[in-house]
Nanobody, 129 residues
């Protein structure tokens, strides 16, 4: 089993920044990819960003490119999401997830929720305008 615990959410003004963390634990934790998704009220959970655990290749949703940065610390089994220039439309619950299987280097593979095996409980991000 793998446990993922997100932290770092909160209330921030538009234009501000937040850094989310996702700490992973469990004897079977050996991901190929770690991803971040978000879900606003009344919407489906949507892809935000992903990073391959070994090579560090990154993928981003168009809505966050240039503003968000995903990174990882393999020694700490932690993945981060640095969010800058936040907008009100970034308000959502943010979830991290892990995918244990190799995927081809095609962005659409990393955007698929069903590819991710384990999910955290989510952390709320609220951006006030």
């Amino acid at each position: 089993q793998v446990q993922l615990v997100e932290s770092g959410g909160g209330l921030v003004q538009a234009g501000g920044s937040l850094r989310l963390s996702c700490a992973a634990s469990g004897r079977t934790f050996s991901p190929y990819t770690m991803g971040w998704f978000r879900q606003a009220p009344g919407t489906e959970r949507a892809f935000v960003a992903a990073i391959t655990w070994s090579g560090g290749t990154t993928y981003y949703a168009d809505a966050v490119k240039g503003r968000f940065t995903i990174s990882r610390d393999n020694a700490k089994n932690t993945v981060y999401l640095q969010m800058n220039s936040l907008k009100s439309e970034d308000t959502a619950v943010y979830y991290c997830a892990s995918d244990a299987y190799w995927r081809p280097p095609i962005p659409s593979w990393y955007e698929r929720k069903r590819n991710y095996d384990y999910w955290g409980q989510g952390t709320q991000v609220t951006v006030s305008s």
